[in-house]
């Protein structure tokens, strides 16, 4: 709207003042024209006239007095003036022509010229009286040639004066067409004012809507001038300006966006934190309760406490424990605090399933668990080899105490979609659905009740994702028709 507004106001203010322009220059160029008409008329009509009298007076000098009546004759035929011609005595010559002024009286006339040669007067006596009868030729320019004639040896006059009805013609003829030509001299003012008003006002109000969008941050768009004039400069100015805004505005969201995912990420770590030592601290909070009153009735000699070597013995189990879960948070803390990345040692993934089954054989045997081995030689991975055996291991000892006494644990190497993978599946034994998700998470466990003879500390699985994660390997675990199933994907070495 306010766009719409802002073209109908320029455009009307730049027609009105273009068009007032172009009537007052119409109208002072017509009133030069009506002014300047009679007296160019006159200098063109005069110019040619000279010309054909210095023709006239040439013919003259080969042609007798007698015989100048014709010749006179065809000169104001063609030229439609007026002549006299005058003798040395300054009287008028009959010439016997029919057109040029003769002398109507026998007595003696006189013929005076002005200095400006404006006008000629011719003056007589009338009928042997004392007055005198003046007639004037014409009051415009009279043109005055000397003549010479091959029978007279004196220098006669010739006074030509063009006649200028045809001039008063054309000047009347202009003023009755006045009122139709500043009819159409006004027409085409308004014409021209709404061409050149909106020939102006067009590029001015597109100028204007794309001032408009970069105060809204639009740079979508593409100023199209073409002109050469300050319009097209302002336009391609604003083309090159829009550009520069635009990239430095994606740079700035770009680094807002990369800032903003770094703040998420340091929060998410802090409640990541946060949430450890709560657990940590949840977690060992319930051994040293029970190391405290198990000691303290030991002490203090009361009830069942008496048997000390009994209790002494538990303590001991309590204190492992207890060793085992600061161990595992110290080696999440290391985890967290190192970088890992510079560590690329070359491993043979079933080699290290290998040494660790070896390690682990003593629980699988106490289990009667049925242990199935498929390892593929030679699959090689680079990281770090302890922190590697820390995932295999704990990802073997939770195949072990999760599943039922006599049933099998399936190991798998080898390359899947061209990435070393390793897989381990334990039966007999299912996971929740629910549980599925919170698995790598810290301290979980399925079972709530945190009983210590049917799971361990819930940091088992967190420390094997620490792990893979710095290693950008891959962990999941997924319910099978059997039992479960974890896959660890590590990354193409090559």
């Given at each position: ?13 730049i ?32 110019d ?8 006239l ?35 008028i ?43 004037t030729m014409?009051d ?18 010739l ?6 009805q ?5 000047v ?12 159409t001299?006004?027409i ?18 597109r ?9 809204d ?10 002109r ?9 100015s ?17 680094s ?16 990541q934190?946060?949430a ?13 309760t029970?190391l ?24 001991l189990?309590?204190t ?41 054989a ?6 009667h ?41 399936r ?29 790598f ?21 967190y ?22 199933l ?9």
């Open positions: 709207m306010l766009r719409k507004k802002i073209h109908e106001s320029l455009t009307t203010h027609f009105l003042i273009t068009a007032l322009v172009l009537l007052g220059a119409g109208t002072i160029t017509f009133g030069l024209i009506a002014w300047a008409t009679p007296s160019t008329y006159t200098a063109v009509l005069n040619d006239l000279t010309g054909q009298v210095n023709t007076v040439e013919k003259l000098e080969d042609t007798t007095l007698e015989d100048c009546g014709p010749i006179l004759d065809a000169f104001l035929r063609d030229s439609g003036a007026d002549a006299m011609l005058v003798g040395p005595d300054e009287q010559i009959n010439t016997g022509s029919q057109f040029a002024i003769q002398s109507v009286y026998e007595d003696t006339g006189t013929v005076s010229a002005a200095e400006d040669s404006s006008a000629v007067t011719y003056a007589t006596d009338v009928l042997d009286t004392d007055e005198s009868v003046s007639v014409s415009q320019a009279t043109i005055v040639a000397d003549v010479h004639f091959s029978d007279r040896l004196g220098v006669y006059t006074y030509v004066t063009p006649r200028l045809a001039e008063n013609l054309a009347k003829a202009l003023i009755q067409m006045a009122p139709w030509l500043l009819l001299l006004l085409f003012s308004l014409l021209g004012a709404l061409v050149y008003s909106r020939y102006i006002t067009r590029p001015i109000v100028l204007s809507g794309i001032a408009g969008k970069m105060a941050l639009d740079f979508s768009w593409t100023c199209e001038e073409t050469q004039d300050e319009i097209g400069h302002l336009g391609r604003l083309n090159q300006m829009a550009q520069k805004l635009s990239n430095a505005l994606r740079e700035l969201k770009a807002n966006e990369a800032l903003r995912g770094e703040m998420e990420q340091e929060r998410e770590l802090d409640r934190r946060m450890f030592f709560s657990a940590a601290s949840h977690e060992l909070k319930t051994p040293v029970i405290r009153g198990q000691l303290s009735g030991m002490l203090d000699g009361v009830d069942v406490y008496r048997d000390r070597e009994k209790y002494l013995a538990r303590s189990q309590v492992a424990r207890m060793e085992k879960l600061i161990q595992e948070i110290l080696t999440i803390s290391r985890m967290e605090a190192q970088d890992i990345s510079c560590i690329q040692e070359k491993i043979d993934v079933s080699e290290m399933v290998g040494q660790q089954l070896k390690l682990d003593d629980l699988i045997q106490q289990r668990l049925n242990v199935t081995a498929d390892l593929c030689p030679d699959l090689i991975v680079y990281g770090d080899p302890s922190m590697l055996a820390k995932v295999i291991g704990n990802l073997l000892s939770n195949a072990a105490l999760y599943s039922p006494d006599g049933e099998e644990i190991i798998w190497t080898g390359l899947k979609e061209n990435s070393p993978t390793l897989t381990i599946e334990n039966t007999g034994v299912h996971i929740g659905t629910a549980a599925l998700p919170h698995l998470e810290a301290f979980y466990r399925e079972e709530q009740s945190r009983n210590r003879r049917t799971g361990g500390s819930g940091l088992g699985l420390l094997v994702r620490i792990i893979l994660d710095r290693h950008r390997a891959k962990c999941w675990i997924d319910n099978t028709a059997e039992g479960v974890a896959t660890v994907c590590f990354k193409n070495p090559q």
